[in-house]
């Protein structure tokens, strides 16, 4: 499940960069996980002329396994602090969200 909810974070990161570069809209800044989006969306267009309206996952053996571990896992041994991508991914769609709120 956690795999999943970075594909989902992924996806809606995805979205807002679309957006962004559709809008021509600068921000002033962002964090790490939104800049690779927004370049991921530059390289998209400039190899097809065209942005999809959907996030595609390379390879499509990247959907996850039902039982597979990841960094929202709950597990016995204690994780490192900083908590890993998917963490930074959820906080930058929030950040995003809020700022298009105001």
Avoid: C
């Avoid at 959907?63 to 994780?79: H, I, N, Q, T, V």
């Amino acid at each position: 499940r956690d795999r999943v909810v970075s594909l989902l974070l992924g996806g809606v990161l995805y979205q807002i960069a679309v957006l962004h570069w559709d809008l021509k809209s600068e921000r002033a800044y962002a964090d790490g996980p939104m800049v690779q989006m927004a370049e991921t969306v530059v390289n998209v267009f400039s190899k097809t002329e065209s942005v999809p309206a959907k996030y595609r996952l390379v390879p499509p053996d990247a959907l996850p396994g039902a039982l597979d571990s990841g960094p929202f896992s709950l597990e016995s041994r204690p994780r490192p602090p900083g908590g890993g991508a998917q963490q930074a991914q959820l906080s930058q769609s929030l950040q995003s969200s809020q700022h298009k709120g105001s």
